[in-house]
């Protein structure tokens, strides 16, 4: 299954979310491979912490083939596309939005057909931008993923609503949402995705243990039994 991760404002668990994702589906014995698209501020690398000469742009600019940017982690069946950081959107790699689409879809195509991963997972850039679109254009399924901060909630249903726009079926996502207003917050996302008839995915709390983490390590593979990898695998379940 194709998916992305997205959201308007920065900073709401894309990454952190994908990781562990990763992790979770690769323990239940998937292949699944992490696509770094945040070209702007790149952050699967340091999740990971892993070693890397070739990325995704490496890729985009025809300097290496697509497996050459494949890396692998530890013994799981987890693989991981770094990016590194660069000025440029991945569209602005490319003389039209085709010649972009056609290049992704050949990394696509590889990593389905000839690396025969079951999950891609794309890590995007938060904010509408074309990189962000022309990977929800891509996958099977968008999740957005929102804090209750009506900042993020505005910016939601734009998201969404090119999501629409664009035939990819979305799910939303509230994380860090806080522990103490779980009953409040439950109504409100709930009334918020049925005035956006946007599927709604369920929320993640805020854990110390996750925050605490300062994207140093993998809680899912530190911790699985933590109160954030309880409430993902049951996000996971909805999800696929
Ligand atoms: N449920 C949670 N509870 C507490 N802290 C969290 C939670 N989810 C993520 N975090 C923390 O929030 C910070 C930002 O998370 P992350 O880097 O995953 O966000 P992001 O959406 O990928 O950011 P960006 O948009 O900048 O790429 C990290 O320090 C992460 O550990
Ligand atoms: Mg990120």
Redesign the pocket.
Known sequence: MLLSFH?Y?????????VGNLGVLLAMGGEKVCIVDT?VN?P?IHSLFDIKYNLTLIDFLQGKCRADDVVYKHNELELYIVPARACEEDISSLFNTPTEAKEKMSELINVLQRDLSMDHLLF?C??GINRSSLLTMNLVDKATI?STVDVQDIRGTYILSSMADKLGTRANLLF??TPRDKQQEIEAVIKDFSNKLGTDLLGS?????H??R???RKLVMEDDPECD?CLQLKSIAKKLI
Do not use: E, H, M, Q
Request: proline letters at 3%; aromatic letters at 10%.
């Open positions: 959201s404002k920065g900073g709401t668990g894309k990454t952190t979310l945040d501020g952050g890590d850039s938060p993923i994380n860090r993640i709390t805020f854990d110390d996750v925050a983490a300062w994207s954030y």
